[in-house]
T-cell receptor, first 113, second 114 residues
Framework: EPEVTQTPSHQVTQMGQEVILRCVPI?????FYWYRQILGQKVEFLVS????????KSEIFDDQFSVERPDGSNFTLKIRSTKLEDSAMYFC???????????FGSGTRLTVV | AQSVTQLGSHVSVSEGALVLLRCNYS??????LFWYVQYPNQGLQLLLK??????LVKGINGFEAEFKKSETSFHLTKPSAHMSDAAEYFC????????????FGTGTKLQVIP
């Protein structure tokens, strides 16, 4: 079964550093998403991306965050200057046109120290 | 606007007993409803979903859920709990059309007692 692939599975970074979380969505999917889950809390929407632009973003997704689809296969989330409170599990997801529901990746655990 | 309320952050059942995890939703448009399971240190796995049609939805691992519009509920059940069912379960709501942002509930941790 097709999968959404996220790398790395775990990343540790120092506060103030830039990080890029990488995702390879399912190849024929057109809608892409990032969600995050702070330890012990619920999964929160960050951003949706369609047709090479952000279609919706939450209040969490401030100027420190950006997304990009640099080529035909990757979808990245960049955090410019990480803060301790950015420590969370970040999930990428993708969806096919006309489909209901997404396929989630297995997540990247980001730890900011 | 859409939201999900999961009643009970922790539920304990004995092995072999009925599992009932409660979810109520709020949506201004006809909802899509989902249950996801998350095992420790793993990602989100879709258990089942309701979009349209039959209100009783069967999913993987013997789970099922019933969409009750009059009660705005989508409770998850399994007749007989297994030890392997111990995990966190998230109810979620989305909608047809558009970008289908998914809103998750706060999750229910299921403990299965031998």
């Amino acid at each position: 079964e097709p999968e959404v692939t996220q790398t790395p599975s775990h990343q540790v970074t120092q506060m103030g550093q830039e990080v890029i979380l990488r995702c390879v969505p399912i190849s024929n999917h057109l809608y892409f998403y990032w969600y995050r889950q702070i330890l012990g809390q619920k999964v929160e929407f960050l951003v949706s991306f369609y047709n090479n632009e952000i279609s919706e973003k939450s209040e969490i997704f401030d100027d420190q965050f950006s997304v990009e689809r640099p080529d035909g296969s990757n979808f990245t989330l960049k955090i410019r200057s990480t803060k301790l409170e950015d420590s969370a599990m970040y999930f990428c997801a993708s969806r096919e046109e006309g489909a209901s529901g997404y396929t989630f990746g297995s997540g990247t655990r980001l730890t900011v120290v | 606007a859409q939201s999900v309320t999961q009643l009970g952050s922790h539920v304990s059942v004995s092995e072999g007993a009925l599992v009932l995890l409660r979810c109520n939703y709020s949506s201004s448009v006809p909802p899509y409803l989902f249950w996801y399971v998350q095992y420790p240190n793993q990602g989100l796995q879709l258990l089942l979903k309701y979009t349209t049609g039959a209100t009783l939805v069967k999913g993987i691992n013997g789970f099922e859920a019933e969409f009750k519009k009059s009660e705005t509920s989508f409770h998850l059940t399994k007749p007989s709990a297994h030890m392997s069912d111990a995990a966190e379960y998230f109810c979620a709501v989305s909608y047809s059309g558009g970008y289908q942002k998914v809103t998750f509930g706060t999750g229910t941790k299921l403990q299965v007692i031998p």
